[in-house]
């Protein structure tokens, strides 16, 4: 056998030596541009400034991955995976720096989603999304649906990574809860299913965060039962109509609901938005809300009733009536610069900082804020059981800042009042360390130093421990262990701890 050779063209070339010409992208390629952009959600990384890949695969089966990899390892080009390309900070297409090369295997093409009713499971690729997976479960059976997150073009590869959570939560924890068998290539280009890759690295593939193990092909998953009849609503209430104290009241009383009930709230300018999913009929949600939260005046004309399917598109579209083919539109274009931020919160926030936060949503550049309620099924899930350890908190607080037009000036106004706000945060949410949501990643959390070719500890534990807490050290381990000469790596990708050099 050859010395391995490092170097992009003799990447190129193995690429071309072992894989089918069309599903091989570079730079020179006519189509690189449209390939690279067909999943970009974030405005802030289609510039001419941000390193791109020097290639794109566009896998069609899971030899293509396997080759790619085994390329990449050889002549010293890493390898990023997307699946959804929805990425808050865009790591699975774009880098931070032109002084290492790699190359990114795009899975949009494995989206295949085979339901079996019978056995309440699904395989499916990672590169379906969730719109997919919801629709595709819906035309088996009414009766079966999967607790993944709202967005339907968010891709299952990055999604089932990161945990994955949505208006099913309390009731079925997270999407990466129900992931029961997947398929994987390893550093080694090795293709592994559960049995093969061993416990370790199948709980750190299960929230751990995308792009550090492995690259996720396909995944097998367990569907949960939904009633026939599920009931939504939307209610708003504004700042002078005593949205602070609702809020204030909402902190407890949400995530101590029955856990068939879900309740949420969006805060923008000067409005509490509350939105509410239960699986039950409508008698059963206004009798609930009457019993539990009478303040919030939700009455049985707010509610409307219809099937699990058709509260996907109502969350997902905001409305009713939306044909339910809008699930398979995986979207075009980026329309919008976005900047987003997460907390965790374990104590009520006191009545005048929601005052304040009222304040900082009237300031020019202020975007909304979105609070999940944790509790119920959450509450049971021990926090090692999976590497998402916030199972015991309150809710989630989402920060989410989002302009459209292009310039410094105006990018700058809406960072800075997204950072300002998280600032002022601080002693409010949880603490020792401060939690996040590696879904909803963050670099201003901290990002990776690459010592000797591979990623250090001490300084990925920053931002590690916020999101991982003390499964941190036990992902590091598995990393050790996998991938020890740190293939999988991105910005925020889990170093290799105890390291072998
Ligand atoms: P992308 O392809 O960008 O991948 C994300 C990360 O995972 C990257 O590091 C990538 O390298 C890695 N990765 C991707 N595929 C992989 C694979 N097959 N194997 C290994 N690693 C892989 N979250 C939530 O919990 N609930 C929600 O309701 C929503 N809603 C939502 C709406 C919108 C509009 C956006 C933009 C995002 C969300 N999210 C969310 C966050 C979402 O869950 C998160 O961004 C996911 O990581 C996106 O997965 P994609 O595959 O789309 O992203």
Same mark, same amino acid.
């Given at each position: ?44 990384? +289609? ?21 790619? +990899? ?70 088996? $059976? ?10 339907? &073009? ?58 550090? %193990? ?11 039962? +939904? ?16 949205? &602070? ?61 219809? &099937? ?23 979207? &075009? ?25 009222? $304040? ?107 999101? %991982? ?12 262990? +996998? ?19």
């Amino acid at each position: 056998t050859s010395a391995p050779s490092s170097g992009t063209a003799s990447f190129l070339r193995c690429l071309a030596v072992h894989l089918p010409p069309h599903v091989i992208y570079t730079t020179t390629s006519p189509s690189y541009t449209s390939v690279l952009e067909s999943s970009i959600k974030n405005l802030l990384f +289609v510039t001419p400034a941000t390193p791109t890949p020097l290639a794109i695969v566009t896998a069609t089966n899971a030899s293509h991955v396997q080759a790619t +990899v085994r390329c990449g390892a050889l002549h010293g080009v890493r390898v990023r995976p997307r699946s959804g390309g929805h990425d808050y900070e865009g790591l699975s297409y774009r880098s931070l720096t032109t002084a290492r090369p790699f190359a990114v295997v795009d899975l949009a093409a494995l989206r295949g989603v085979r339901v079996d009713a019978a056995r309440r499971t699904a395989w499916v690729g990672s590169g379906a999304t969730l719109g997919e997976l919801y629709y595709a479960i819906a035309n088996h $059976s009414k009766r079966l649906g999967f607790p993944g997150g709202l967005g339907p &073009t968010v891709g299952l590869g990055g999604h089932l990574s990161g945990g994955g959570f949505g208006v099913m939560l309390r009731k079925h924890g997270l999407a990466a809860d129900h992931v029961v068998d997947a398929l994987i290539v390893d550093a080694e280009g090795r293709l592994l299913d559960r049995a093969a890759m061993g416990e370790d690295v199948f709980w750190a593939i299960r929230g751990g965060g995308g792009g550090s %193990f492995g690259v996720v092909l396909y995944w097998k998953l367990r569907l949960v039962r +939904v009633p026939a009849t599920v009931t939504v609503f939307t209610v708003h209430r504004a700042r002078n109509q005593s949205a &602070t104290a609702l809020l204030a009241k909402w902190q407890r009383v949400a995530p101590k609901l029955p856990r068939d009930v879900f309740l949420r709230v969006v805060l923008q300018s000067q409005d509490a938005q509350f939105q509410s999913l239960y699986l039950g009929k409508r008698t059963g949600l206004v009798s609930t809300m009457a019993r539990r939260f009478p303040e919030l005046g939700v009455r049985a004309q707010d509610c409307i009733e219809m &099937t699990w399917i058709e509260s996907v598109l109502y969350f997902a579209f905001y409305g009713t009536g939306k044909p339910m083919e809008l699930l398979l539109d995986r979207g &075009t274009k980026p329309e919008r610069y976005f900047k987003a931020k997460s907390d965790y919160v374990s104590e009520p926030i006191p009545s005048h900082v929601w005052e304040s936060v009222w $304040s900082w949503l009237l300031m020019d550049g202020a975007g909304l804020l979105i609070l999940d309620p944790y509790g119920g099924r959450m509450g049971d899930v021990a926090p090692s059981a999976t590497p998402f350890p916030h199972r015991q908190e309150l809710y989630n607080l989402q920060y989410y800042g989002f302009w459209f037009e292009n310039g410094t000036e105006v990018s700058e106004k809406h960072m800075g009042w997204i950072r300002g706000l998280h600032r002022e945060m601080e002693p409010h949410v949880s603490k020792n360390p401060r939690g996040a949501y590696v879904n909803y990643r963050d670099l201003d959390l901290g990002v990776n130093d690459v010592d000797d070719g591979v990623t250090g500890y001490e300084k990925a534990r920053v931002w590690g421990e916020m999101y %991982f807490k003390a499964n941190f050290e036990r992902l590091a381990a598995v990393k050790a262990m +996998v991938d020890p000469h740190d293939f999988f790596r991105n910005e925020q990708s889990i170093p290799p701890f105890p390291s072998s050099r």
